[in-house]
């Protein structure tokens, strides 16, 4: 082909495995992605969305072996001098996206290469929905971030097929919606740069998008170089680091009176800023401090139960007051005497049979454990019992 002098080849290898990423981000089932996708002798039509549900599934190995194939099919190309066109969004989606998105307004087409609707009349999403953006954005940047992109992307909606309607205004809004899921990365940028009208380095435009909009890197970086060839940004490079800004030649030119007056409103905004940032942290101190006390409820039932606790106590107290069997200072004195004494004698003796047995033990050639069980010796700790304190 390269020697042929073909520069734009298709490369559409891989991209079940994409897809299949994609749908399963989506919510769709597996049993619900393999009831959708056709068999490897027929992904040609399966991609154009003409059939549907024929000779599947594909295993996971062959899906696998697929994107390693695209990765050597793109590298070739590339080394060659061509620019691989790869595959976008064209607006066909599994039946079962009635089942995650009820509300879409999900049109079949007719039959296709006599097909019954079992496995053609594909289903095709309203372009005008905001899902329909959302999925070709989703499908693009994993593309993207599997092989990398040369900016240019293909997609068939009516390959071979009737569309619902023959309204010029119809297919033209289809048109739109399958071309702005492809070049959604780059105006997001574009539009970014422009409202900011500051400069940013790559880094810091994919840090700021990355959140809300999902981009890779790579997607962000591809998308500057690409608004930067097209002249729609300007692009200043120091040293090793590449800054981009918006093109100043379609803003309105600034006179000295109007940067006062936003010098003004920008040291107006900033003390207001400022006295809003203090107030959210009072009051974040202030919900701290509520959030560590107890409630009402909480307050109402601690008391309760302290109510019922000093209840307790008090008739605990009052029969020990009614009790005739007191004893007497001196029998207690006498009782705590006599314990002293014996267990003064308990470590006396344990002292002296330790050191027996150690004296034995020094020419015993077997450990003290079995030393014990022969003798039939039990110890305190045989018996989880230690010696009391005084």
Not at 95 to 109: D, K, V
Not at 199 to 206: G, I, M
Not at 258 to 274: V, Y
Not at 280 to 304: D, F, H, P, W, Y
């Amino acid at each position: 082909m390269a020697l042929s002098g073909i520069n734009l080849p298709l490369a559409f290898t891989g991209q079940e495995a994409i897809w299949q990423m994609v749908y399963i981000s989506l919510g769709f089932n597996q049993t619900e992605i393999d009831n959708f996708v056709v068999g490897p002798a027929f992904l040609a039509w399966g991609r154009m969305g003409n059939m549907h549900s024929w000779a599947g599934p594909l295993p996971n190995s062959w899906k696998k072996n697929q994107l390693n194939l695209q990765h050597q099919i793109l590298q070739r190309m590339r080394s060659l001098g061509m620019l691989p066109i790869l595959p976008a969004f064209s607006g066909f989606v599994p039946g079962a996206i009635r089942r995650l998105f009820p509300e879409e307004n999900i049109t079949r087409l007719g039959s296709w290469g006599h097909l019954n609707c079992s496995y053609s009349c594909s289903f095709l999403l309203d372009s005008k929905s905001s899902l329909f953006q959302k999925i070709g954005k989703m499908f693009l940047l994993e593309l993207v971030k599997e092989f990398g992109t040369n900016h240019i992307y293909s997609a068939d909606t009516f390959n071979e097929m009737t569309p619902s309607s023959s309204d010029p205004k119809y297919l033209s809004t289809t048109s739109n919606a399958v071309f702005k899921s492809m070049t959604q990365a780059a105006s997001v940028i574009l539009k970014y740069l422009n409202d900011q009208n500051r400069p940013y380095s790559a880094q810091d435009v994919f840090g700021n998008l990355q959140r809300d909009y999902g981009f890779g890197k790579t997607a962000a970086v591809k998308a500057l170089e690409q608004l930067t060839q097209d002249g729609k940004i300007k692009e200043k490079v120091y040293g090793k680091q590449k800054i981009y800004f918006a093109d100043q030649s379609q803003f309105a030119a600034v006179g000295e009176a109007d940067l006062k007056a936003l010098d003004i409103q920008l040291s107006s905004l900033g003390e207001t800023f400022q006295n809003v940032q203090q107030s959210c942290r009072q009051m974040e101190t202030e919900l701290k401090e509520l959030n560590n006390s107890m409630t009402t409820e909480e307050m109402s039932l601690e008391i309760a139960a302290l109510n019922q606790e000093c209840a307790s106590h008090q008739e605990r107290l009052k029969k020990i007051k009614s009790a005739t069997n007191h004893v007497a200072p001196e029998d207690k004195e006498k009782v705590y005497n006599e314990r002293k004494l014996l267990v003064k004698e308990w470590r006396k003796r344990k002292r002296m049979a330790v050191d027996l047995t150690d004296a034995v033990l020094e020419g015993y050639p077997k450990s003290r454990k079995q030393f014990f069980e022969e003798i039939g010796i039990e110890t305190d700790e045989d018996h989880m019992v230690t010696v009391p304190d005084f």
